[in-house]
């Protein structure tokens, strides 16, 4: 479709009131924008989409102020103002004198190709910075008020009838997408309807919150080596009054639309080691269903604006949605050896490749005493080690395992279990609920071990604090694995070149 006249005429330099070659543009379903020599100019579409309204110049002079003051949260560098956009449509003037043509929110240009959306490959360190990241803007944001209707069954189910209603409307004609979203539809009903008192309670325990929104690979770039999250939704409050978790499950959703599962994976399990919200993944295949179809929606409304080859990436997500909504099997994973051993390095890499939440001890244990994974706990009276805390260690990681696997998650328990005394209770909550459990055992060299243990103390980047004496205690108070516990153990030394293969294989098999 031809371009406006106002900003067709915005691609010439000299509307700028600054040096401006080679002005570009970039148009989304709802708005343009210039990349301008340093600075960046977006400009919202006059469009009316029942869950935004950009259809007069107030309103989209209100919703640019509003995404200023929105988006300062998390990129306060980035968003400089709002400015006035004058003179005529043929010869338009940014921040010029006289009335009002439109208006536009005022950014710091930072390079196009660096959303991560663009990035030919995203690395590990990337997500565990973004899910650092978003782990702190949700810990600081205040509650939505409880007296709001956000967060509500009701607030929470409309934008998911909507998507629905609109993908009817925007695929007429399209019979193979629209067989695909009538079962998604009555999962999403009879799941919402289920999760009721999950909504209400989210919202009395606080998670409702001020979210971004819209937390997607799009919206995020990697600048001067650290994550730049940008374009949160500013046209809609009841789009980001919401759980964070289903603020979580949009990145989640994205990463395994891109094809990294095993990155989404660790997304998830990094923020929600930072955040302590587990009970939150009891909706969260719930919201990822809800994203994926919202991304759906946005690729029909590019297939209605005559993009034909949209539909295929409507399909594509539909695909998605469905796959979330399936059940999946479950079980429990043990890890087990002393410290020093590799266990927490091999339960990432396990729970990147069999879609598994991690609970560690020594994150756990810290967060009882209400310290973050890296506090040094010298500074609680009388230590965080002592019987008592570790009794309340152990009852954290068996409620929480019990939780998660109730909600259809497998789960990897990062400890030593070295003592029959905590494997126990574990072998109990399994044979009592009838999931499958397995022992994941580390054979390393003691001269290692010890190696190991020297340099992450010097590093003083993780969250175990076992020393030289605690390796030595446990090398004296080892309890071995009795006959039931030895029936599903898999004994692996992680520097054989085959071991993680194998470990794999046997993972495929049922216990």
Not at 217 to 238: K, S
Not at 359 to 383: N, Y
Not at 403 to 416: E, N, P
């Amino acid at each position: 479709m031809p371009l406006p006249a106002l900003i067709a005429a915005l691609l010439s330099a000299t509307a700028y009131p600054h040096p401006a070659a080679d002005v570009r543009l970039i148009e989304t379903h709802i708005s343009w924008v210039l990349l301008a020599g340093d600075h960046a100019y977006k400009i919202k579409k006059p469009l009316n989409l029942g869950f935004l309204d950009f259809s007069s110049l107030a309103k989209r002079r209100l919703y640019c102020e509003d995404e200023v003051r929105l988006n300062r949260r998390l990129a306060p560098d980035i968003y400089l103002g709002v400015v006035a956009i004058t003179g005529s449509e043929d010869v338009p003037k940014i921040a010029g004198d006289g009335p009002a043509l439109e208006w536009a929110v005022h950014m710091r240009a930072f390079p196009a190709d660096s959303t991560l959306d663009r990035a030919a490959e995203i690395t590990p360190e990337q997500v565990d910075a973004i899910a650092d990241r978003i782990a702190r803007f949700h810990t600081a944001i205040d509650a939505t008020p409880a007296a709001s209707r956000y967060g509500s069954p009701e607030a929470v189910m409309h934008p998911v009838r909507e998507n629905f209603r609109q993908l009817r409307e925007l695929l007429q004609g399209q019979d193979d997408a629209l067989g695909k979203i009538e079962p998604l539809s009555r999962w999403s009903e009879a799941e919402g309807g289920r999760l009721e008192d999950y909504f209400r309670q989210r919202k009395a325990d606080g998670f409702v919150r001020e979210c971004h929104g819209d937390l997607h690979l799009g919206n995020i770039a990697w600048v001067d080596g650290a994550p730049l999250i940008f374009d949160c939704i500013e046209f809609n409050p009841a789009l980001r009054h919401i759980d964070i978790a289903n603020e979580t499950a949009f990145l989640f959703m994205d990463l395994c639309a891109r094809g990294q599962a095993g990155l989404a994976w660790r997304f998830i399990n990094r923020w929600l080691e930072q955040t302590g919200d587990y009970h939150g993944l009891a909706g969260f295949r719930f919201y990822q269903v809800y994203r994926a179809l919202v991304r759906a929606k946005v690729a029909a409304f590019r297939y209605s604006q005559s993009e034909p080859t949209q539909i295929a990436e409507v399909t594509r997500y539909l695909a998605l949605a469905d796959n979330f909504s399936q059940p999946q099997s479950t079980q429990l994973t043990l890890m087990h050896g002393y410290s020093g051993s590799g266990k927490t390095w091999v339960a990432q890499r396990l729970l990147e490749a069999t879609n598994a939440i991690r609970l560690r001890s020594d994150v756990e244990r810290k967060r009882l005493f209400g310290l973050d994974s890296l506090a040094d706990s010298k500074s609680i009276p009388g230590g965080i080690y002592g019987p008592e805390a570790g009794r309340r260690t152990l009852e954290r990681l068996l409620a929480l395992s019990e939780d998660l696997l109730r909600v259809g998650y497998s789960v990897i328990v990062d400890a030593t279990f070295l003592s029959h005394s905590w494997r126990g209770p574990f072998f109990q909550l399994a044979h009592r609920h009838g999931w499958p459990i397995r022992i994941v055992s580390l054979s390393v060299e003691v001269d290692l071990m010890r190696q190991r243990i020297v340099a992450r103390a010097q590093r003083a980047n993780d969250a175990s604090e076992a020393g030289l004496e605690v390796l030595e205690s446990q090398l004296d108070h080892a309890e071995p694995l009795d006959a039931a516990e030895s029936q599903c153990v898999y004994r692996l030394d992680p520097d054989l070149p085959v071991a993680w293969k194998q470990l794999l294989d046997w993972y495929a098999k049922p216990v």
